[in-house]
């Protein structure tokens, strides 16, 4: 009897066994067929993706090489209009023909500044004086008026480039959507108004600076000028344009309609804060503040958002 005890506890100790056995088990295929489920979800997740990716791959091939196929098209048609055009033709991106066009200075001007001073003798007094003289020399000729604006040139703009980037794998594709436009724009610069010797403040500026740039040529010294666009607070409608010559640091001349700082007729370099109030008092007392600036060699240009910000333009960038 005791024997048989033993036996029936013996079994249902290793039915026990068993069954916790194979409930781990049972639970560690689940997590198995659980994690081979998952797997398989995701490869055909990326499975699908890839076939995606390689649909617009396809589709971007095939609006490339149109894209492609549109762009020669314009490119012909751009250099049949050029070969159009009865006089000899240099093509160049717009920057460039600002720096080369809108200070360049003719024969006529040069000799006119040579005309003025007779040179530079090689002394300070004499450079400052010959500043002068060209300033009054301009502006002895210059009528305020509308000019009589009517020169043009064909601008070629090839592009309106519409450009969408797509990644895939770490490589771009670029898609580009073109277009020609050939149209003929007015045209503005030093020359030109030193022809008519008629306009606006900003043909007086323009012309002073390239006056000033013929004249470093040919004195062999030059001082940083550049166009300045002013404004005056509380007067939202005033915009004008001037001059301003930069000897060191902040030492400023300013040419208006009339010299701001001018001595003994010689240009007079005052510190940047003592010619602007000199330049207010010039407009009615009124709190001027410097917008923007044009120069050339290269050209450039930008706008400040304060009279500080200029400040630290002439300063440090202004050579």
């Known amino acids: 009897m005791r024997f ?6 013996m079994l249902a100790l290793s ?3 068993i069954a916790a056995y194979f409930s781990l088990e049972n639970r560690r295929l689940e997590d198995i067929l659980h994690r081979e489920h998952s797997l398989y979800a995701d490869t055909i997740t990326r499975y699908w993706k890839l076939q995606d990716d390689n649909m617009r ?14 762009l020669e098209a314009v490119l012909n048609y751009t250099l049949d209009v050029v070969r159009s055009i009865p006089y000899n033709y240099t093509l160049m991106p717009s920057m460039e023909f600002m720096n080369r066009f809108l200070f360049a200075y003719t024969e006529e001007m040069r000799g006119f500044v040579l005309n003025l001073t007779g040179g530079w003798d090689g002394s300070e007094n004499d450079f400052r004086s010959d500043l002068y003289r060209i300033y009054t020399g301009w502006r002895s000729i210059f009528v305020y008026a ?7 040139l064909p601008l070629i703009n090839i592009g309106s480039w519409s450009y969408a980037y ?4 770490h490589d771009e594709y670029l898609r580009e959507v073109s277009s020609c436009e050939i149209v003929w724009v007015p045209i503005y610069g030093a020359s030109l108004s030193f022809r008519y ?10 012309v002073l600076v390239s006056l000033y740039y013929a004249y470093y040529d040919i004195a062999g010294r030059s001082l940083p000028t550049a166009y300045i666009s002013i404004g005056a607070e509380g007067v939202e409608e005033f915009s004008h344009a001037c001059v301003l010559v930069k000897l060191e640091g902040d030492m400023v001349a300013i040419l208006d309609w009339e010299p701001i700082t001018v001595s003994d007729g010689m240009l007079e370099f005052l510190p940047f804060d ?9 407009w009615w007392g009124w709190s001027i503040f410097y917008k923007g600036f044009m120069m050339g060699r290269p050209y450039r240009s930008g706008f400040f958002e304060s009279n500080e910000e200029f400040y630290r333009w002439l300063v440090e960038e202004l050579n």
């Open 57 to 70: 791959l396809n589709n971007s091939y095939r609006e490339v090489a149109e894209a492609n196929r549109r």
């Open 15 to 17: 039915n026990i066994l």
């Open 197 to 206: 010797r008629q306009g606006g403040c900003w043909d007086f500026a323009v």
């Open 146 to 152: 509308p000019a009589p604006y009517g020169f043009k």
């Open 166 to 169: 797509t990644p895939y794998y």
């Open 4 to 9: 048989q005890m033993l036996l029936l506890s």
């Open 274 to 282: 003592l010619a602007r109030q000199l330049h207010g008092r010039y």
